[in-house]
């Protein structure tokens, strides 16, 4: 697909400012959206939107379809009266910086319960057509979530591979009798994917209006413990138990000398293919109503992937597996049209994986940080870019701008300052304005860049079990200020959106 030239910025809805505690799909993300209309931008890029389990992490979800939760408006739901205004009278003094998920979870689940008490009780106006109407559209995937969840809180959290035998193995019978015993959580779970799938279809419907076009992500594996994989065992590579033969992973590097071990079943690509990648067409599918673009995540992995026994500690004594390639990616053309995906072609690229990116005329992703430490010939320095990538500063599993300068050798800095023709006083801006100066047809910045923060807003450190994805923006932070000097910016650089204007 051919993309417009145009400016963005990185930023998931968590991040977003409000009362409380975790950004969500309320007024905050409208007046967002008008921000970013007003500062002609065109792009708005989010992580993957799935419920979070252990570690809050957004690539881990409990399903490649469903939403979060924790991301429903508590405000929507007040004003449709599903929620009473005492029952919000009450709400914690959660920190403004970060969101305190052990504090925020359980809060918010609370209030979520009563808004579906209230829905069965007495649904207002024509939403329990409209609630049947969307449990009928989206029964795919959303009845085997529903009783995934319910029975994992049956369950008190355990993974489904510790559940009895009949249940962990969908005896039918088994599956039956827990559809029927666990009816009032499964009803409850549908519930609220129906608020977030109406919340979110509002949004869309909002950056439509300003010419906003949402990039989300897709990430080539899904956890084990979701109810895609217990759902579908067929299509993972499990032993009797459910447990992985074998895991994905990255093998050893300049940057970590046992490899990365992710954990993440692998897929059974032979029988994906004999289905007619189904499965895959369905979730890329169902991605594409909610968001305009795709960033594939972990595109090496369709040319070819590292499998890792499934009892390794670490990611060393794995090999290389040949992924699907072009077959894969000419059914999901043939199936959903021309292909919106950015192909996050990062880490260590080989020949095939740069021939199966141009077969299909994929924008790979150009990350500016990673461009001075090797010299003039750097293939991240702009003036190698070719037009058809994307640019960032950095990404979500980067420093910020200021702080990768603050941790980087003097070498580095001294190759910066010189390239850039800058002193180092504004390494934020002066990264974001080499970004929307190149010829890539997309330029994106993660939000804590233009808001030249350091290290302390970075939003995940891989390899870190815990202690990611919390960081919010102040309240104050979207200034008239900031907005004329983003739209300076995407007017200088022939990457302004005049819709939101």
Known sequence: MKFERSGGILLH???????????????????????LGKSGCGLWQILPLGPTGYGDSPY?????????????????????????????????A????????????????????????????????????????????????LEDYALFMALKGAHRGAPWTAWEAPLRDRHEVALAEARRRYAPEIQRQIFLQFCFFRQWGALKAHAVQLGIKIIGDIPIFVAHDS????????????????????????????????????????????THKASGYTWWIERIGATLKLVDIVRLDHFRGFAGYWRVPGRAKTAEKGRWVRGPGKD???????????????????????????????????????????????GPNDPFLP??????????????????????????????????????????SQVAWDMIRACWASVAV????????????????????????????????????????????????NFLYSRENRAGL
């Open 94 to 141: 959660f920190p403004d910086e970060r969101v305190d998920f052990g504090a925020v979870i359980p809060w918010k689940l609370n209030l979520l319960e009563r808004a579906y008490l209230h829905f069965e009780q007495a649904p207002p106006t024509g939403l329990e057509q409209e609630f049947q109407r969307f449990r009928q559209a989206q029964a795919g995937w």
């Open 227 to 270: 109810a895609d994989v217990w759902a579908h065992r067929e299509l993972f590579d499990l032993n009797e138990g459910g447990m992985p033969n074998a895991v994905a992973g990255v093998p050893p590097d300049y940057f970590s000398p046992t490899g990365q071990l992710w954990g993440n079943p692998l897929y059974r690509w032979k």
């Open 383 to 424: 003036h190698h870019y070719p037009k058809n990538c994307v640019v960032y500063t950095g990404t979500h599993d980067n420093d910020t701008a200021r702080g990768w300068y603050e941790r980087v050798p003097e070498a580095e800095r001294d190759f910066y300052r010189r390239y850039l023709d800058r002193d180092g």
């Open 328 to 374: 894969f990616f000419r059914a999901v053309r043939r199936s959903l049209g021309e292909l919106p995906i950015i192909a996050e072609d990062l880490g260590v690229i080989t020949p095939d994986v740069v021939e199966l990116r141009e077969a299909f005329r994929l924008p790979g992703m150009k990350v500016l940080q990673f461009a001075f430490a090797g």
């Open 442 to 489: 997309f330029a994106l910045a993660p939000m804590q860049d233009f808001l030249n923060l350091g290290n302390e807003a970075r939003m995940n450190y891989p390899g870190n079990p815990s202690g990611n994805w919390s960081w919010r923006m102040l309240p104050q932070a979207l200034n008239d200020e900031l907005k004329q000097r983003i739209r300076e910016l």
């Open 60 to 92: 881990q979800c409990f399903s490649a379809f469903a939403g979060n939760p924790l991301l429903i408006s508590l405000e929507a739901l007040l004003s449709e009266g599903l929620l009473k205004p005492e029952e919000l009278e009450n709400t914690p």
């Open 13 to 35: 809805p968590t991040s977003l400012p409000g009362r409380f505690g975790i950004g969500d799909l309320g007024p905050g993300v409208h007046e967002w959206l008008d921000f």
